[in-house]
């Protein structure tokens, strides 16, 4: 087991070559010559934690909502402000 250390820009090159390029671990693993294992360790390290993200998503999909009820009622009221103006109009007609 060899006991190399790799500098934090050699680490954060072989990460986003994964993350930015879209290389695989393996690929990326075998072309600096780390073990696939480092590498996935090292992208984990820089990846921001599932409950973190899911955190995140929830928060922009509640103010999406809230925005979105907001909206509908703002149509809802003017879909009766306009048909209590065509009632209105349709009893003058007549």
């Given at each position: ?12 090159e ?18 600096v ?13 820089v ?15 509640k103010?999406e909502?809230?925005?979105l009820?907001?909206q ?13 103006a065509a009632?209105?109009?349709?009893r003058?007609?007549?």
């Amino acid at each position: 087991m060899s006991s190399q250390r790799f500098t934090a820009e050699f680490k954060q090159e072989a990460v986003r070559q994964v993350t930015e390029r879209g290389y695989s671990v393996a690929e990326v693993a075998a072309r600096v010559g780390v073990s696939a294992h480092s590498l996935y360790k090292w992208v984990k390290a820089v990846s921001p934690d599932k409950s973190e993200q899911q955190a995140s998503e929830l928060l922009e999909a509640k103010s999406e909502i809230l925005r979105l009820r907001a909206q509908l009622r703002r149509v809802e009221e003017e879909r009766e402000i306009l048909k209590k103006a065509a009632q209105y109009f349709a009893r003058e007609t007549e």
